[in-house]
């Protein structure tokens, strides 16, 4: 025993041990941006695939990547994500290799029972497009959970050995400590295993602070009253204001009293046949002549939007809601997450 040494990665490891950690606090707050993030990707992953998928239970815990290298051998899909704004820092999303091949064939038209498990283009196409979704979508709940806007770059997406991962990105060396979050993947009795969020160590303690900050108040300080976010839940709040007898503070809706403007008049009726006509709007860019002339088939135009990202609902070309793409039959269709107010509504319309 006197002759045995210790490595200096070893060294490195029990320092680590013994100087990092993370507090109840902290980790609770990384399970909720966990819980609320992936959480609505699993929705945006239920319509690719049109079946049920349900990421749920989180778990955080503390790690190094060597210790997850031994843990982990064979090969998996990694998908590594920038974030560009709102917050700096970069994640590693990994699914299991047979996780990931069920995902592609049900992409690709297949029921899901019998997977390529050899994944070739195709395959590794449809799973990117599977984390462009799901890690646009959480960026957008994201960026409503911390109240700023989060933006991510879309993710790279490749069949990544645990042991060549110095190869893959700088931000995860093996004697980096990170944070991982555990998730329950179930894909309707194809799929019950595991996904892992893997996020750096200082990364994922700016995470966990950016949320606890803004859900505390500095002493002394008073709470002031928020104004209700838009969302179709408070759509439905402010309908029940107007027709509900229970009390409801006057602070909170009075600015809906002006709706009575374009209600009452029964002038209104007469126009309620009108036709009109309903866009959706993905995006949009402004480009030189010359670059419209340089367009050709195969040409990519990069609009002003993220994957995932919600589109605007148009009336006449007035922006009346928000929603999000969604396929319907083998057509598309919008579902709407966020409406103005019938006020805003009628006005837009003048």
Partial sequence: MANEMLSQEEINALLKEDLAELSPLERDALGEIGNIAFGSGSTALSLLLNRRVE????????????EL????????????????????GTNLLLVQ????????????GGDGTKPNMELGEMELSAIGEAMNQMTGKASTSMSSLFEMRVEIAPPRTRVLSMQNIEEFSKQFIKNNLVVV??????????????????????FAREMAATLIEKNQTAPGESIKPE???????????????????????????GDLHSTQSFEEPGNLNLLLDVPLEISVELGSTKMRIKEILELGIGSVIELDRLAGELVDILVNGKLIAKGEVVVIDENFGVKITDIVSPFERVNNLQ
């Fill in 97 to 108: 290799m047979h996780d990931a091949a069920v995902i592609a064939d049900l992409m690709l």
């Fill in 181 to 202: 979050i555990y998730f329950r993947l179930v894909i309707e009795a194809l799929v019950d295993s595991k996904l892992m969020l893997v996020i750096p160590y200082a």
């Fill in 55 to 66: 990421l749920n239970t989180p778990t955080v815990e503390l790690s190094e990547m060597s």
């Fill in 227 to 253: 104004p209700p976010k838009p969302s179709i839940t408070n759509s439905f709040a402010r309908e029940e204001t107007k027709t509900s007898d229970s009390a409801v503070r006057p602070i909170q809706f």
């Fill in 69 to 88: 290298i031994r843990k982990y051998p064979t090969p998996c899909i990694a998908a590594e994500v920038d974030y560009q704004k709102g917050l700096k």
